[in-house]
């Protein structure tokens, strides 16, 4: 039962940019903290970023800092992650969840485990 349909993935040049954008399916999850993962081939799902309910706090790897940004526009109920000056190593599955805690501190909204809701995913190719 998919909860988050995530889009905006695509195959972009290094130095690109690319905004993905996260919808709930059936209902809303402006209480949640959401969060975008990351997963390589081969590789466990890793932590991107997180924005907690309200956009009171935003967390982000440290791979990701300075060139990510996540934000949710609670109006439109969607989450978004901007991606900026885009590397090969982006490259990657990347995925929407929804933690239920809506303050989550950073080890919380860092780890996949505390998250209830998941999208399918979208694929992010950057060629060098």
């Known amino acids: 039962q998919v909860q988050l349909v995530e889009s905006g993935g695509g195959l972009v040049q290094a130095g690109d940019s690319l905004r993905l954008s996260c919808v709930p399916s059936?209902?809303?999850?402006?209480?949640?903290?959401m969060g975008w993962f990351r997963q390589h081939p081969g590789k466990e799902r890793e932590f991107v970023a997180a924005?907690?309910?309200?956009?009171?706090?935003?967390y982000y790897a440290d791979s990701v800092k300075d060139r990510f940004t996540i934000f949710r526009d609670d109006a439109k109920n969607t989450v978004y992650l901007q991606m900026d000056s885009l590397k090969p190593e982006d490259t990657a599955i990347y995925y929407c969840a929804a933690n239920p805690s809506p303050y989550p501190d950073p080890p919380r909204a860092s780890n996949p485990v505390h998250y209830a809701y998941w999208g399918q995913g979208t694929q992010v190719t950057v060629s060098s």
């Open positions: 059936r209902r809303t999850f402006n209480n949640y903290a």
């Open positions: 924005v907690t309910r309200n956009s009171i706090s935003t």
